[in-house]
């Protein structure tokens, strides 16, 4: 059982690896999935038991991806030393690095699998990335309201969405934009953050 099951993330890492290389390589409505089992050296029905479609394979290589990245940083708020949202920003800032130098292949997802789901998915790993994200930046509003940055009346969860969703409909609109070419993305993430933070800093107390 162990050997099977063995086998099995083999070959479904072995067909992400060749999808990802012949998308980058050739684009993704050039490349059919014919193609992609005939380089991973399976059939088209096995690619079809690992995979529902090319845009699931997105999907996975997006989590992969964000994967890579590094999860959210542990902020320490209310020492006198580490400033919450500051934090957060540099952390976004290194994100918006990473995506404008694999811009090609970030639009990539972007049209095909989206930031964290693929279409219906609530109960994947896509989905279950996107609930961690999510989470991670709660716990940073968290430590932003227990410094005295954030307003304490705010709901972390409710701030965490806002603030995923303007960063991402951010990353789309530069990926997708042919306009946007003309600024940086980590320029437009921080422009974004400016906004955001203020409606999230608390009144400077006198």
């Known amino acids: 059982m162990m050997l099977r099951e063995a086998k099995r993330v083999q070959v479904r890492g072995e067909i992400l690896r060749v999808c990802e290389r012949m998308f980058r390589a ?5 490349t059919s999935v014919e193609e992609i089992a005939a380089a991973a050296g399976v059939s088209r029905q096995t690619f079809f038991n690992y995979f ?34 500051a934090g957060a920003r ?21 049209a095909h699998a989206g930031p ?9 790993r896509q989905a279950e990335l996107g609930r961690v994200i ?27 969405e806002v603030y995923v969703a303007s960063m991402l ?11 946007a070419k003309k600024e940086s993305l980590e320029a437009r993430v921080n422009a974004a953050i400016d906004v955001l933070e203020g409606g999230l800093k608390a009144p400077r107390r006198r």
């Open 90 to 110: 540099a952390y976004v800032s290194a994100q918006a690095r990473a995506i404008a130098a694999d811009r090609k292949f970030m639009a990539l997802v972007i």
């Open 26 to 30: 050739r684009g993704f409505e050039a």
């Open 169 to 179: 409909m951010t990353v789309r609109l530069w990926l997708t934009d042919p306009a």
């Open 52 to 85: 529902a479609g090319k845009d699931a394979v997105v999907a996975e290589l997006a989590v992969a991806w964000l994967q890579r990245q590094g999860e959210l940083p542990k902020l320490e708020g209310g020492t006198g030393k580490t400033s919450v949202l």
């Open 116 to 124: 964290f789901a693929a279409a219906g998915d609530t109960r994947g």
């Open 134 to 160: 999510l989470g991670g930046v709660a716990e940073v509003m968290r430590a932003g309201q227990a410094s005295g940055e954030i307003r304490a009346e705010i709901d972390p969860a409710r701030a965490a």
